[in-house]
């Protein structure tokens, strides 16, 4: 069974599937490319999964890079190789070894992702997935930011009953 797993995604393609990359992409691809990035670096600390971004420098005279930024590794295929391409080499690589889920709207690529045992993420089921991690953790700090109360440990009881009663007026709450 496979146990550890492994979230592929297709750069450019998720840039311009989603409308937040916009005004980044009107800026500058850099711009955009970091803003993926850091999302996709919250996306996999939020799913506690491992997470390969590649980006194509098909069209440019480019050596391949390979980093890691945000804790994701980032990726910059070759000159002549796209991030098809590169992906389709991933998953000969790793794809029977370990649970591969790419995250593309590219057909071709959905339906080898399938073929080679991997899950297919959508643009739009990707960002789902990540404003959803995102709604609940924020959800989660914002509970336990008022429930964690660890000032209360360095004050004196009249300090804490005063604080209480202003937080009571001020949110009804008690």
């Known amino acids: 069974m496979k ?23 009107k800026l500058s691809f850099e711009n955009a490319r970091n803003e993926l990035i850091y999302d996709m ?54 794809g029977r070894k370990i649970l591969v889920s790419v995250g593309t709207d590219d057909t071709l690529i959905q339906k080898l992702v399938t073929q080679r045992g991997g899950v297919v993420l959508t643009s739009k089921e990707l960002l789902f997935r990540y404003e959803n991690l995102k709604n609940k953790m924020n959800r989660y700090e914002n509970k336990n930011r008022v429930k964690n109360k660890s000032y209360l440990n360095t004050l004196d009881d009249k300090t804490i009953f005063q604080l209480e009663e202003i937080e009571k007026k001020l949110f009804g709450k008690g």
Not at 48 to 76: M, P, T
């Open 3 to 25: 146990t550890k797993k492994l979230i592929i995604i297709d750069g450019y393609n998720i840039l311009n599937a989603w409308e937040k990359y916009i005004p980044f992409l």
């Open 41 to 94: 670096g919250e996306f996999s600390k939020l799913t506690g999964i491992d997470l390969l971004l590649v980006f194509d420098a098909y069209k440019i005279n480019f050596k391949a890079s390979s980093e890691i930024i945000k804790g994701i590794e980032v990726v910059y295929t070759k000159q002549n190789e796209t991030a098809d391409q590169y992906i389709e080499k991933k998953l000969d690589e790793l």
